[in-house]
């Protein structure tokens, strides 16, 4: 669902970022469909059937995963382009920088 060329899936790289990958396939968000649409992954036949309210709660929670894991790549991404092993204290305090 980024804007970028690659059209990869930004939080798992396993497959095309699109609508339904995002909703029911994405590795990265395994635990939370299941603690709120009730699966692991989800057939398309399987989301018709689930409320629109869940969805959208699905979605909101989601967006934290997403910054979650776009703030982790931009914390490694600095401290490889910085030659600092991305490891320890100062992987932590560039990734509680971002996330602030």
Not at 6 to 23: A, K
Not at 87 to 100: D, H, Q, R, Y
């Amino acid at each position: 669902m980024s804007l970028c060329q690659d059209p990869g899936c930004s939080l798992c790289q396993e497959d095309e970022d699109t609508t339904l990958h995002f909703i029911a396939h994405c590795s990265a968000l395994m635990l939370l469909r299941k603690n709120i649409l009730g699966d692991y992954t989800l057939s398309l036949d399987s989301l018709r059937n689930i409320h629109w309210f869940l969805l959208l709660k699905f979605a909101k929670a989601s967006v934290g995963v997403a910054h979650w894991a776009r703030a982790v790549a931009s914390a490694l991404g600095v401290c490889l382009t910085a030659g600092v092993h991305p490891a320890g204290k100062v992987f932590l305090k560039i990734l509680t920088n971002i996330c602030n």
